[in-house]
């Protein structure tokens, strides 16, 4: 059987333009879609607007529109905001066409004739926001926790879902499936929300109040409530019941959604396909929110949002994929705003990756004319390939568990050590020397060739950029991750004389970054009285236990000795430094710094390091040993 996989954005209000926060799941997806198809997989991916409802009504209204012309414009602005941003989905699902309503009255009809609806009258507290009934636990101090408005009171007759009955089949099914819902923190809220009565779940708004929906199929007088509506998208866009889409790919089905929305995802859709007698979707994958520069959650009502469009024509579609993508792990919270992206970017993509294209296509172009020859491998280059051959066994399972930051990552320790290795072997050394041009072919095809691997395993994340990197080195333009494997021959193809740079270094807005040289000139800040640094406190101190911080790749936790005196210290080093290699040393620290709190560990100083032309860290020393606690002057 071939493999599938089938990936799902939520479909997006129409009645806010698109934002970051938006990109940011469909970015997602679109890496998995990408990686998965690379990887052989028949892929589908799904997005779209959810165009229905009070929520989007009222918009309209304000707007002075037709609600239809209104979701027909605002929609435009998801697809092209899409486009911009290379996404490759299969589908754009709209809740207004005709295929999608047939399918709601359908279902709808089904649950209604097995007589899994009544009607009922309804008092409680309604979010047009959530654009959904609260209930009193889930409010702080009165209002919804996530829209910060007082819920309205509502009293009125309604189509109600016989949702309650299937609590406990749906508590069973997640505790047999630990997958269903992750991240784990997430599956044991929904465990909770299952332990006490969820209600029969209204399904219906009277057209004379919202007049904008589906009307039921067996009282006009209703229209669907909005979330029964958009949640059949799902299915409805693979030509549910009969299509062959649907056959082939919901047994592959993975939502993606933000946590805002897990109550809808992880409690009303499952029960509603189980009425309706759908097997369930494999996978529901909760994420985090984008936070603007503020610290809220980026949203329209809050007025701070990052505009993917500006960004994604300023600084090129794939510095944004690329910055979202590694900034944060899934399934966190995380604030972003350009300066990130401007140091995400120059650090990995212009630093790390294009600049070693640019100095291996330099040499070869120089001295080689631009033709990629042969290895003849040592130990050296040995050590490379090994390493190459592992990458995609660590990769895909990062990709498997979503843990897309971290696979990243990993591929970029990789580029990290092509460095390196280029820089051991000093081709630029080599090429002076007639009797190692052999030497100085097998060095610069050997960083070729892992250069290319690269580019198989970050296609997904930066889809425009690895095709100029590949055509840059003549490649070939496409390659499969089957093709992430060590030693592919080189197709021979001459380099061309001129290529663009490929990630050209983005000057920081404010404050002016200094001028690109490999060490930063010297003093590169302005002088101060001895009075001043006289007011830095530099102790000895001896590393006594260091650890991970879960979910804070690049941070350890240090605990110190200053004399007698226990510190932690939460430092930076984790790309270089592993927690067991840290016991014993001695290390110098600022040990009069005012303590933070890092990712919630309180950090009573820090430790010295000294950093490369490519950033990477060594921990400062001393040249004969001192007792822990001695001062540094
Ligand atoms: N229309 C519903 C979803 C129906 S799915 C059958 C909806 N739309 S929404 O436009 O309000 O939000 C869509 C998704 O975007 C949600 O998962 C929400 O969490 C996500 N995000 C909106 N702002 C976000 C951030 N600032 N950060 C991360 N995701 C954000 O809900």
Same mark, same amino acid.
């Given at each position: 059987?071939?493999?599938?996989?089938?990936?799902?954005?939520?479909?997006? @209000?129409?009645?806010?333009?698109?934002?970051?926060?938006?990109?940011?799941?469909?970015?997602?997806?679109?890496?998995?879609?990408?990686?998965?198809?690379?990887?052989?997989?028949?892929?589908? @991916?799904?997005?779209?607007?959810?165009?229905?409802?009070?929520?989007?009504?009222?918009?309209?209204?304000?707007?002075?529109?037709?609600?239809?012309?209104?979701?027909?414009?605002?929609?435009?602005?998801?697809?092209?905001?899409?486009?911009?941003?290379?996404?490759?989905?299969?589908?754009?699902?709209?809740?207004?066409?005709?295929?999608?309503?047939?399918?709601?009255?359908?279902?709808?009809?089904?649950?209604?004739?097995?007589?899994?609806?009544?009607?009922?009258? @309804?008092?409680?507290?309604?979010?047009?926001?959530?654009?959904?009934?609260?209930?009193?636990?889930?409010?702080?101090?009165?209002?919804?926790?996530?829209?910060?408005?007082?819920?309205?009171?509502?009293?009125?007759?309604?189509?109600?879902?016989?949702?309650?009955?299937?609590?406990?089949?749906?508590?069973?099914?997640?505790?047999?499936?630990?997958?269903?819902?992750?991240?784990?923190?997430?599956?044991?809220?929904?465990?909770?929300?299952?332990?006490?009565?969820?209600?029969?779940?209204?399904?219906?708004?009277?057209?004379?109040?919202?007049?904008?929906?589906?009307?039921?199929?067996?009282?006009?007088?209703?229209?669907?409530?909005?979330?029964?509506?958009?949640?059949?998208?799902?299915?409805?866009?693979?030509?549910?019941?009969?299509?062959?889409?649907?056959?082939?790919?919901?047994?592959?089905?993975?939502?993606?959604?933000?946590?805002?929305?897990?109550?809808?995802?992880?409690?009303?859709?499952?029960?509603?396909?189980?009425?309706?007698?759908?097997?369930?979707?494999?996978?529901?994958?909760?994420?985090?929110?984008?936070?603007?520069?503020?610290?809220?959650?980026?949203? %329209?009502?809050?007025?701070?949002?990052?505009?993917?469009?500006?960004?994604?024509?300023?600084?090129?579609?794939?510095?944004?994929?690329?910055?979202?993508?590694?900034?944060?792990?899934?399934?966190?919270?995380?604030?972003?705003?350009?300066?990130?992206?401007?140091?995400?970017?120059?650090?990995?993509?212009?630093?790390?990756?294009?600049?070693?294209?640019?100095?291996?296509?330099?040499?070869?172009?120089?001295?080689?004319?631009?033709?990629?020859?042969?290895?003849?491998?040592?130990?050296?280059?040995?050590?490379?390939?090994?390493?190459?051959?592992?990458?995609?066994?660590?990769?895909?399972?990062?990709?498997?568990?979503?843990?897309?930051?971290?696979?990243?990552?990993?591929?970029?320790?990789?580029?990290?050590?092509?460095?390196? @290795?280029?820089?051991?072997?000093?081709?630029?050394?080599?090429?002076?020397?007639?009797?190692?041009?052999?030497?100085?072919?097998?060095?610069?095809?050997?960083?070729?060739?892992?250069?290319?691997?690269?580019?198989?395993?970050?296609?997904?994340?930066?889809?425009?950029?690895?095709?100029?990197?590949?055509?840059?080195?003549?490649?070939?333009?496409?390659?499969?991750?089957?093709?992430?494997?060590?030693?592919?021959?080189?197709?021979?193809?001459?380099?061309?004389?001129?290529?663009?740079?490929?990630?050209?270094?983005?000057?920081?807005?404010?404050?002016?970054?200094?001028?690109?040289?490999?060490?930063?000139?010297?003093?590169?800040?302005?002088?101060?009285?001895?009075?001043?640094?006289?007011?830095?406190?530099?102790?000895?101190?001896?590393?006594?236990?260091?650890?991970?911080?879960?979910?804070?790749?690049?941070?350890? %936790?240090?605990?110190?000795?200053?004399?007698?005196?226990?510190?932690?210290?939460?430092?930076?080093?984790?790309?270089?430094?592993?927690?067991?290699?840290?016991?014993?040393?001695?290390?110098?620290?600022?040990?009069?710094?005012?303590?933070?709190?890092?990712?919630?560990?309180?950090?009573?100083?820090?430790?010295?390091?000294?950093?490369?032309?490519?950033?990477?860290?060594?921990?400062?020393?001393?040249?004969?040993?001192?007792?822990?606690?001695?001062?540094?002057?």
């Amino acid at each position: 059987m071939s493999k599938t996989f089938y990936v799902t954005t939520p479909i997006y @209000y129409v009645n806010a333009e698109p934002h970051l926060g938006h990109a940011y799941t469909t970015i997602i997806a679109d890496f998995l879609a990408r990686f998965h198809r690379l990887d052989g997989y028949q892929v589908y @991916y799904l997005t779209g607007t959810d165009e229905h409802g009070e929520k989007i009504y009222q918009a309209a209204q304000a707007a002075g529109m037709e609600p239809q012309a209104f979701v027909d414009q605002i929609s435009e602005r998801f697809k092209a905001a899409w486009q911009q941003l290379d996404i490759s989905h299969d589908y754009f699902v709209r809740t207004t066409e005709a295929r999608h309503q047939q399918v709601v009255r359908q279902v709808l009809q089904q649950v209604y004739a097995q007589g899994d609806i009544y009607k009922a009258d @309804y008092a409680g507290l309604y979010c047009v926001g959530c654009e959904r009934f609260l209930t009193e636990k889930e409010l702080a101090d009165g209002k919804c926790p996530i829209h910060q408005t007082l819920p309205e009171e509502r009293r009125e007759e309604n189509y109600f879902f016989k949702m309650d009955q299937y609590r406990a089949w749906l508590t069973e099914y997640i505790q047999a499936h630990p997958d269903f819902i992750r991240p784990e923190g997430y599956r044991n809220e929904v465990l909770g929300m299952l332990r006490e009565s969820i209600g029969d779940l209204s399904i219906s708004r009277l057209k004379s109040r919202v007049p904008w929906g589906i009307p039921l199929p067996w009282d006009e007088a209703h229209v669907t409530y909005v979330w029964f509506d958009a949640l059949l998208n799902y299915v409805s866009a693979l030509d549910y019941p009969t299509g062959d889409h649907y056959a082939r790919f919901w047994p592959a089905a993975r939502h993606l959604i933000g946590k805002d929305i897990l109550k809808a995802h992880a409690v009303f859709w499952p029960t509603m396909l189980k009425a309706a007698g759908l097997p369930l979707y494999q996978h529901l994958n909760v994420g985090g929110y984008l936070m603007g520069a503020d610290g809220h959650k980026m949203s %329209k009502s809050l007025g701070n949002v990052v505009d993917p469009f500006a960004l994604a024509q300023q600084y090129g579609p794939d510095a944004v994929r690329y910055f979202v993508l590694r900034e944060l792990p899934y399934g966190q919270d995380g604030a972003v705003g350009v300066q990130g992206l401007i140091e995400r970017f120059n650090a990995d993509l212009a630093n790390d990756l294009g600049n070693l294209v640019a100095r291996a296509r330099a040499l070869l172009l120089r001295h080689l004319d631009g033709v990629v020859p042969q290895p003849l491998p040592t130990q050296a280059e040995q050590v490379v390939a090994q390493a190459g051959q592992a990458l995609i066994e660590k990769v895909r399972p990062l990709v498997q568990k979503l843990r897309i930051y971290a696979a990243i990552e990993e591929v970029l320790q990789f580029v990290r050590s092509l460095n390196r @290795y280029f820089n051991d072997q000093q081709p630029w050394k080599l090429a002076k020397d007639p009797a190692q041009q052999e030497r100085l072919g097998t060095v610069l095809s050997t960083v070729v060739e892992g250069l290319r691997l690269a580019s198989v395993l970050l296609e997904p994340a930066i889809p425009r950029k690895v095709r100029q990197l590949r055509q840059s080195l003549g490649l070939k333009e496409e390659y499969t991750m089957a093709e992430a494997a060590w030693g592919l021959p080189h197709p021979g193809t001459p380099l061309p004389a001129e290529a663009p740079i490929l990630f050209p270094k983005i000057e920081a807005e404010t404050p002016a970054a200094p001028a690109a040289s490999p060490v930063p000139a010297l003093p590169a800040k302005p002088p101060i009285y001895i009075d001043d640094f006289g007011k830095v406190e530099l102790r000895v101190a001896l590393v006594k236990a260091a650890e991970k911080i879960p979910k804070a790749d690049k941070l350890l %936790k240090l605990t110190l000795d200053l004399g007698g005196q226990e510190r932690t210290v939460v430092s930076g080093i984790a790309q270089w430094y592993q927690p067991e290699d840290l016991p014993g040393r001695k290390v110098v620290v600022v040990a009069n710094l005012q303590p933070v709190k890092l990712r919630g560990i309180l950090s009573e100083g820090m430790i010295l390091t000294g950093v490369d032309p490519q950033g990477n860290l060594t921990l400062v020393g001393l040249d004969q040993d001192l007792a822990s606690g001695s001062e540094v002057r």
